[in-house]
């Protein structure tokens, strides 16, 4: 993925998150607290994923589209 094009995707999913965590009316601050973490450590992860098949990209391909193919799982239930 072109680097902006990557900057791009992880700053929608960044803003889509942040969006998505919100505590909502009448959730429990602990259910809340624990569903902002899920979430916001799957952004992480994902960014890592993207990371490291950037960094295999040069080495083994195949690692790399593993890593890419994760990343991509992780953003389709960030965007849903």
Do not use: H, W
């Not at 602990?30 to 994902?46: G, K, P, Q, T, V």
């Not at 295999?56 to 690692?63: C, E, G, K, N, S």
Request: proline share 2%.
């Amino acid at each position: 993925i072109p680097k902006a094009s990557r900057d791009l995707l992880l700053d929608f999913l960044r803003a889509n998150t942040e969006a998505k965590v919100q505590q909502r009316d009448d959730e429990p601050d602990a259910a809340f607290r624990i569903r902002r973490a899920a979430e916001m450590s799957n952004l992480e992860n994902m960014e890592i994923f993207l990371q490291q098949a950037e960094d295999a990209r040069r080495v083994d391909l195949v690692r790399a589209e593993n890593l890419a193919e994760r990343a991509e799982v992780l953003s389709r239930g960030l965007v849903r």
